[in-house]
Protein backbone atom coordinates (compact mmCIF):
# COMPACT_ATOMS: atom_id res chain seq x y z
CA UNK A 1 0.00 0.00 0.00
CA UNK A 2 1.01 3.48 -0.96
CA UNK A 3 0.54 6.12 1.09
CA UNK A 4 0.89 9.46 -0.76
CA UNK A 5 2.17 12.60 1.13
CA UNK A 6 2.22 16.08 -0.45
CA UNK A 7 5.05 16.55 -2.47
CA UNK A 8 7.32 20.10 -0.93
CA UNK A 9 6.02 22.12 -4.34
CA UNK A 10 1.86 21.62 -3.34
CA UNK A 11 3.09 22.55 0.33
CA UNK A 12 1.56 25.86 1.22
CA UNK A 13 4.02 27.22 3.74
CA UNK A 14 7.28 26.15 2.51
CA UNK A 15 9.53 28.85 3.66
CA UNK A 16 10.06 30.32 7.41
CA UNK A 17 9.00 33.80 5.99
CA UNK A 18 5.51 32.20 4.77
CA UNK A 19 4.84 31.92 8.62
CA UNK A 20 5.68 35.21 9.39
CA UNK A 21 3.58 36.80 7.02
CA UNK A 22 0.85 35.25 8.10
CA UNK A 23 1.45 35.75 11.78
CA UNK A 24 1.52 39.41 10.74
CA UNK A 25 -1.38 39.77 8.57
CA UNK A 26 -3.22 38.43 11.66
CA UNK A 27 -1.93 40.64 13.75
CA UNK A 28 -3.31 43.81 11.79
CA UNK A 29 -6.37 41.78 11.19
CA UNK A 30 -6.22 41.72 15.44
CA UNK A 31 -5.76 45.37 15.51
CA UNK A 32 -8.00 46.72 13.61
CA UNK A 33 -10.79 44.26 14.96
CA UNK A 34 -10.52 44.35 18.34
CA UNK A 35 -8.20 47.47 18.91
CA UNK A 36 -10.15 50.01 16.81
CA UNK A 37 -7.03 50.92 15.11
CA UNK A 38 -7.90 54.04 12.98
CA UNK A 39 -6.16 52.71 10.13
CA UNK A 40 -6.76 53.79 6.56
CA UNK A 41 -6.89 50.81 3.96
CA UNK A 42 -4.64 52.81 1.65
CA UNK A 43 -2.24 53.17 3.56
CA UNK A 44 -1.63 49.68 4.37
CA UNK A 45 -2.06 49.42 0.51
CA UNK A 46 0.55 51.91 -0.09
CA UNK A 47 3.12 50.53 1.91
CA UNK A 48 2.75 46.89 0.67
CA UNK A 49 2.43 48.47 -3.34
CA UNK A 50 5.66 50.48 -2.52
CA UNK A 51 7.64 48.14 -0.99
CA UNK A 52 7.14 45.44 -3.38
CA UNK A 53 7.85 47.90 -5.95
CA UNK A 54 11.46 49.15 -4.48
CA UNK A 55 12.38 45.41 -4.82
CA UNK A 56 11.70 44.93 -7.58
CA UNK A 57 13.14 48.29 -8.63
CA UNK A 58 16.48 48.18 -6.24
CA UNK A 59 16.89 44.00 -7.67
CA UNK A 60 16.47 45.14 -11.43
CA UNK A 61 19.26 47.73 -10.93
CA UNK A 62 21.61 45.53 -8.67
CA UNK A 63 21.25 42.97 -11.81
CA UNK A 64 23.94 45.11 -13.66
CA UNK A 65 26.56 43.23 -14.82
CA UNK A 66 29.60 45.48 -14.19
CA UNK A 67 31.92 43.47 -17.45
CA UNK A 68 29.35 43.72 -19.79
CA UNK A 69 27.67 47.10 -18.72
CA UNK A 70 24.11 45.58 -19.32
CA UNK A 71 20.82 44.82 -16.67
CA UNK A 72 19.94 41.38 -16.94
CA UNK A 73 16.49 40.15 -16.78
CA UNK A 74 14.84 39.05 -13.01
CA UNK A 75 12.31 35.90 -13.47
CA UNK A 76 9.19 35.97 -11.58
CA UNK A 77 10.59 32.91 -9.75
CA UNK A 78 13.66 34.59 -8.79
CA UNK A 79 11.64 37.97 -7.21
CA UNK A 80 11.94 38.10 -3.60
CA UNK A 81 8.47 38.69 -2.41
CA UNK A 82 8.61 37.33 1.05
CA UNK A 83 10.94 40.04 2.41
CA UNK A 84 9.24 43.58 1.00
CA UNK A 85 5.66 41.86 1.82
CA UNK A 86 7.46 41.17 5.91
CA UNK A 87 8.62 44.65 5.68
CA UNK A 88 5.12 46.54 4.17
CA UNK A 89 2.83 44.70 7.38
CA UNK A 90 5.79 45.41 9.77
CA UNK A 91 5.57 49.20 9.00
CA UNK A 92 1.74 49.03 8.99
CA UNK A 93 1.56 47.21 12.25
CA UNK A 94 4.18 50.30 13.86
CA UNK A 95 3.89 53.17 12.21
CA UNK A 96 0.98 55.68 11.79
CA UNK A 97 0.84 58.20 9.11
CA UNK A 98 -2.46 60.27 8.04
CA UNK A 99 -1.01 60.67 4.71
CA UNK A 100 -0.05 58.77 1.53
CA UNK A 101 3.29 59.59 0.74
CA UNK A 102 4.95 59.24 4.38
CA UNK A 103 4.34 55.63 3.91
CA UNK A 104 5.35 55.38 0.90
CA UNK A 105 8.88 57.21 2.07
CA UNK A 106 9.09 55.22 4.60
CA UNK A 107 8.74 52.09 2.52
CA UNK A 108 10.71 52.60 -0.11
CA UNK A 109 14.07 53.81 2.24
CA UNK A 110 13.18 50.69 4.17
CA UNK A 111 14.00 49.00 1.13
CA UNK A 112 16.58 50.42 -0.63
CA UNK A 113 18.18 50.43 2.87
CA UNK A 114 19.03 46.66 2.11
CA UNK A 115 20.71 47.37 -1.22
CA UNK A 116 22.89 49.98 0.12
CA UNK A 117 23.80 49.67 2.83
CA UNK A 118 25.59 46.80 3.05
CA UNK A 119 29.00 45.51 4.53
CA UNK A 120 30.00 42.04 2.83
CA UNK A 121 26.53 41.51 0.91
CA UNK A 122 24.75 41.80 4.04
CA UNK A 123 22.67 44.65 5.31
CA UNK A 124 22.78 45.82 8.64
CA UNK A 125 19.84 47.71 9.07
CA UNK A 126 16.72 46.00 9.79
CA UNK A 127 14.50 47.42 6.90
CA UNK A 128 11.20 47.92 8.87
CA UNK A 129 13.09 49.98 11.82
CA UNK A 130 15.03 52.29 9.62
CA UNK A 131 11.22 52.87 7.50
CA UNK A 132 9.91 54.32 10.74
CA UNK A 133 13.19 56.19 12.02
CA UNK A 134 13.07 57.77 8.81
CA UNK A 135 9.86 58.73 8.53
CA UNK A 136 9.43 60.07 11.80
CA UNK A 137 12.72 61.95 11.57
CA UNK A 138 12.21 63.54 7.49
CA UNK A 139 8.10 64.31 8.15
CA UNK A 140 5.85 65.82 10.52
CA UNK A 141 3.15 63.49 10.03
CA UNK A 142 4.37 60.33 11.12
CA UNK A 143 4.26 58.89 14.73
CA UNK A 144 4.22 55.48 16.75
CA UNK A 145 1.94 54.40 19.72
CA UNK A 146 3.66 52.11 21.89
CA UNK A 147 0.80 51.64 23.96
CA UNK A 148 -1.87 50.84 20.82
CA UNK A 149 -1.93 46.94 21.88
CA UNK A 150 -2.65 47.95 25.60
CA UNK A 151 -1.48 46.25 27.99
CA UNK A 152 -3.63 43.11 28.24
CA UNK A 153 -1.72 39.58 28.90
CA UNK A 154 -3.89 37.66 26.09
CA UNK A 155 -2.22 39.84 23.46
CA UNK A 156 0.73 39.17 24.89
CA UNK A 157 0.25 35.17 24.92
CA UNK A 158 -0.83 35.41 20.86
CA UNK A 159 2.22 37.20 20.55
CA UNK A 160 4.90 35.08 21.96
CA UNK A 161 2.69 31.82 20.52
CA UNK A 162 2.97 33.24 17.31
CA UNK A 163 6.21 34.53 16.92
CA UNK A 164 7.48 30.95 18.83
CA UNK A 165 6.36 29.17 15.85
CA UNK A 166 8.42 31.25 13.94
CA UNK A 167 11.71 31.56 15.69
CA UNK A 168 11.27 27.73 16.43
CA UNK A 169 12.03 27.81 12.91
CA UNK A 170 14.49 30.42 12.01
CA UNK A 171 16.28 29.73 15.52
CA UNK A 172 16.46 32.44 16.46
CA UNK A 173 15.29 31.81 20.36
CA UNK A 174 18.50 33.26 21.86
CA UNK A 175 17.78 36.91 20.60
CA UNK A 176 14.37 37.03 21.70
CA UNK A 177 14.89 35.51 24.88
CA UNK A 178 18.36 37.54 25.70
CA UNK A 179 16.73 40.78 24.77
CA UNK A 180 13.54 40.53 27.10
CA UNK A 181 15.59 38.44 30.00
CA UNK A 182 17.61 42.29 30.07
CA UNK A 183 15.12 44.20 29.68
CA UNK A 184 12.80 43.07 32.26
CA UNK A 185 15.79 42.53 34.85
CA UNK A 186 16.64 45.94 34.01
CA UNK A 187 12.94 46.83 34.66
CA UNK A 188 12.63 44.61 37.80
CA UNK A 189 15.59 46.90 39.77
CA UNK A 190 14.35 50.01 38.61
CA UNK A 191 10.67 48.91 40.06
CA UNK A 192 12.73 47.76 43.08
CA UNK A 193 14.61 50.95 43.78
CA UNK A 194 11.44 53.34 43.42
CA UNK A 195 9.44 51.25 45.34
CA UNK A 196 6.92 50.41 43.26
CA UNK A 197 4.30 47.76 42.74
CA UNK A 198 4.64 44.77 40.39
CA UNK A 199 1.79 45.91 38.10
CA UNK A 200 3.61 48.75 37.28
CA UNK A 201 6.51 45.99 35.92
CA UNK A 202 4.11 44.05 34.12
CA UNK A 203 2.63 46.54 32.41
CA UNK A 204 5.65 47.56 31.05
CA UNK A 205 6.60 44.11 30.45
CA UNK A 206 3.40 43.22 28.55
CA UNK A 207 3.33 46.09 25.99
CA UNK A 208 1.92 44.44 22.48
CA UNK A 209 4.35 46.26 20.39
CA UNK A 210 7.39 45.57 22.99
CA UNK A 211 6.50 41.64 22.00
CA UNK A 212 6.35 42.36 18.74
CA UNK A 213 10.06 44.30 18.16
CA UNK A 214 11.50 41.31 20.22
CA UNK A 215 9.95 38.68 18.20
CA UNK A 216 9.90 39.98 14.85
CA UNK A 217 11.90 42.78 14.57
CA UNK A 218 15.15 42.08 16.93
CA UNK A 219 15.25 38.77 15.94
CA UNK A 220 15.99 39.66 11.59
CA UNK A 221 18.58 36.61 10.62
CA UNK A 222 19.60 38.93 7.80
CA UNK A 223 20.72 41.66 9.88
CA UNK A 224 21.81 40.26 12.93
CA UNK A 225 24.94 39.28 14.00
CA UNK A 226 25.64 35.39 12.86
CA UNK A 227 27.49 33.85 15.65
CA UNK A 228 25.31 33.17 19.08
CA UNK A 229 28.17 34.39 21.66
CA UNK A 230 27.49 37.97 19.23
CA UNK A 231 23.52 38.14 18.87
CA UNK A 232 23.37 37.36 23.02
CA UNK A 233 25.67 40.50 22.95
CA UNK A 234 24.03 42.61 20.43
CA UNK A 235 20.48 41.58 22.19
CA UNK A 236 21.96 42.73 25.50
CA UNK A 237 23.20 46.10 24.40
CA UNK A 238 20.08 47.08 22.62
CA UNK A 239 18.04 46.07 25.86
CA UNK A 240 20.29 48.24 28.01
CA UNK A 241 20.26 50.97 25.51
CA UNK A 242 16.13 51.12 25.43
CA UNK A 243 16.37 51.27 29.26
CA UNK A 244 18.18 53.93 29.52
CA UNK A 245 16.58 56.03 26.56
CA UNK A 246 13.00 54.92 27.69
CA UNK A 247 13.72 55.78 31.65
CA UNK A 248 16.08 58.76 31.80
CA UNK A 249 15.10 60.05 28.40
CA UNK A 250 11.76 59.76 28.02
CA UNK A 251 11.45 58.45 24.95
CA UNK A 252 8.50 56.09 24.18
CA UNK A 253 10.20 55.22 20.81
CA UNK A 254 13.33 53.67 22.50
CA UNK A 255 13.58 50.09 21.12
CA UNK A 256 13.90 51.57 17.50
CA UNK A 257 16.19 54.25 18.32
CA UNK A 258 17.92 51.20 20.30
CA UNK A 259 17.98 49.03 17.06
CA UNK A 260 18.77 51.94 14.94
CA UNK A 261 21.75 53.20 17.01
CA UNK A 262 23.43 49.99 17.19
CA UNK A 263 22.52 48.16 14.53
CA UNK A 264 26.04 48.69 12.68
CA UNK A 265 27.68 46.88 15.63
CA UNK A 266 26.41 44.21 13.90
CA UNK A 267 29.37 44.16 11.31
CA UNK A 268 32.27 44.42 14.42
CA UNK A 269 30.60 41.25 15.87
CA UNK A 270 30.73 39.28 13.06
CA UNK A 271 34.11 39.82 12.14
CA UNK A 272 34.62 39.06 15.97
CA UNK A 273 32.71 35.88 16.15
CA UNK A 274 33.31 34.71 12.18
CA UNK A 275 30.11 31.88 11.50
CA UNK A 276 28.35 31.24 8.58
CA UNK A 277 25.72 33.67 7.37
CA UNK A 278 21.97 33.14 7.88
CA UNK A 279 20.16 31.66 4.42
CA UNK A 280 16.67 31.16 4.39
CA UNK A 281 15.55 27.48 3.51
CA UNK A 282 12.52 25.89 2.31
CA UNK A 283 11.21 22.87 4.16
CA UNK A 284 10.07 19.98 1.57
CA UNK A 285 8.29 17.13 2.90
CA UNK A 286 9.15 13.84 1.58
CA UNK A 287 7.03 11.74 -0.51
CA UNK A 288 7.24 8.55 2.00
CA UNK A 289 5.85 4.71 0.49
CA UNK A 290 5.32 1.78 2.69
CA UNK A 291 4.23 -1.96 1.01
CA UNK A 292 3.26 -4.78 2.62
Known amino acids: ???????????????????????????????????DWSLQPAIVATAIITALGS?????????HNSSSNQLQTISPAEFNWHSPLITALGLSLLLRTDHIATMALAASIAI????????????????????????LTLTNDAWVSPGQWGDEIWYGLIFMGAGGMVLKRVGRWDTTGMFLASYALLEAVRNLYLGWTWDVWAHRMMSGSLLLFALFMVTDPRSIPNARPARLLWA??????TFVLRNHFYL?????????????????????????????????????????
Not at 7 to 30: E, N
Request: aromatic letters at 14%; a positive charge.
Open 1 to 35: MVIPIIPAQLSIFKDARDYQILCLALFLVLGVAMR
Open 55 to 63: QGLCSWLMS
Open 112 to 135: ASKFFFKVNDKHFFNPANLGIIAA
Open 236 to 241: LAIAVL
Open 252 to 292: STAVFWALFALAPLTIMLDKLWESPRFEWKQFRRVELSSTR
